[in-house]
């Protein structure tokens, strides 16, 4: 079965960098385009990132880059200049894509999600 397993969270202070990973398996990676969102406590699950098949994409946070390695089945999500208000659970997302260029914003969109992992940014 579809398996999104997200590393790389952790404690950082304010200004630090953090690299996220997502792990997939189960799915042929190449033909979905994936997605970053994060909840922070009370409140609703928000978009981060997305990025298509063939590697274009968005991101909310000009401080935050996604990637993806099709080779090793792998979406990354760098995080630079964190601040305190970033602290949440990072969720990796996938979705199977019919163009190679789509990427998508909205959660509903996607039909798989990892466990997520937390990200606590200190003042």
């Known amino acids: 079965q579809v398996q999104l397993i997200e590393s790389g969270g952790g404690l950082v202070q304010a200004g630090g960098s953090l690299r996220l990973s997502c792990a997939a398996s189960?799915?042929?990676?190449?033909?979905?385009?994936m997605g970053w969102f994060r909840q922070a406590p009370g409140k609703e699950r928000e978009f981060v990132a997305a990025?298509?098949?063939?590697g274009g994409g968005e991101s909310v946070q000009g401080r935050f880059s996604i990637s993806r390695d099709n080779a090793k089945n792998t979406l990354y999500l760098q995080m630079n200049s964190l601040k305190p208000e970033d602290t949440a659970v990072y969720y990796c997302?996938?979705?199977?894509?019919?163009?190679?260029?789509?990427?998508?914003?909205?959660?509903?969109?996607?039909?798989?999600w990892g466990q997520g992992t937390q990200v606590t940014v200190s003042s």
């Open positions: 189960g799915l042929t990676f190449t033909i979905y385009a």
């Open positions: 990025i298509s098949r063939s």
């Open positions: 997302a996938a979705k199977v894509s019919p163009g190679r260029s789509n990427f998508y914003t909205t959660a509903p969109d996607y039909g798989y």
